[in-house]
């Protein structure tokens, strides 16, 4: 099993669909939870953290389901501006290498006019 | 500028020569960290500084890579002998030591002919 595992897509959605990605992690010593985009040719920038509890910034709600070993992300009433790669992160461990992350391979979302 | 600096942004050698790529966090971050995309795939880890720590090198593929840090400033990463395999986008990113909240620049392109 990879150390995260998500769909590629792509995820091609008309203006103002729900859409949701998922995302497995094997590491179940793993602590902390993000979810980073990407804009084609652009470097990553971070969207959000994943809290236990779940969480929401605006139009995006973060899960994390550490039972089953996985997060989602859920945006809500999509723009074209959200059309990018999402790209999900795990740090390796709860330890002294905490700060070590892995980044699954990200998955592709279009939002189409 | 307030965000992570990355230099030169493109880079074309051929096959054999050296490089070096260099990074120059944000004022403050004491953690940086330089990742490795290819085309199409995911962010490979390469190495990580935090402080005057030793380094971990763990994610460095060969020994024709190394990387420098001058205290919580510049680094520089150096490829000898490059090799077609090693064109990709060299990411830095810098952190004031949060696991996971990583800010990156927007990486060299390096194209090995």
């Known amino acids: 099993r990879k150390e995260v595992e998500q769909d590629p897509g792509p995820f091609n959605v008309p203006e103002g669909a729900t859409v949701a990605f998922n995302c497995t992690y094997s590491?179940?010593?793993?602590?902390?939870f993000f979810w980073y985009r990407q804009d084609c040719r652009k470097e990553p920038k971070l969207l959000m953290s994943?809290?236990?509890s779940g969480n929401e910034d605006g139009r995006f709600t973060a899960q994390l389901n550490r039972a089953s070993q996985y997060i989602s992300l859920l945006i809500r009433d999509s723009k074209l501006s959200d059309s990018a790669t999402y790209l999900c992160?795990?740090?390796?461990?709860?330890?002294?290498?905490?700060?070590?992350?892995?980044f699954g391979k990200g998955t592709k979302l279009s939002v189409i006019p | 500028g307030a965000g992570v600096s990355q230099s030169p942004s493109n880079k074309v050698t051929e096959k054999g020569k050296d490089v070096e790529l260099r990074c120059d966090p944000i004022?403050?971050?004491?953690?940086l960290y330089w990742y490795r995309q290819r085309l199409g795939q995911g962010l490979e880890f390469l190495i990580y500084?935090?402080?005057?720590?030793?380094?971990?090198k763990s994610g460095l593929p060969s020994d024709r890579f190394s990387a420098e840090r001058t205290g919580e400033s510049v680094s520089t990463l150096t490829i000898q002998r490059t090799q077609q395999e090693d064109s990709a986008v060299y990411l830095c990113?810098?952190?004031?030591?949060?696991?996971?909240?990583?800010?990156f620049g927007e990486g060299s392109r390096l194209t090995v002919l």
């Open positions: 004022s403050g971050h004491t953690a």
């Open positions: 990113a810098s952190s004031y030591g949060r696991p996971g909240e990583l800010f």
């Open positions: 590491n179940s010593a793993s602590q902390s």
């Open positions: 500084f935090q402080g005057n720590s030793a380094p971990d």
């Open positions: 994943v809290y236990s």
């Open positions: 992160v795990v740090n390796k461990d709860s330890g002294a290498g905490s700060y070590q992350l892995t």
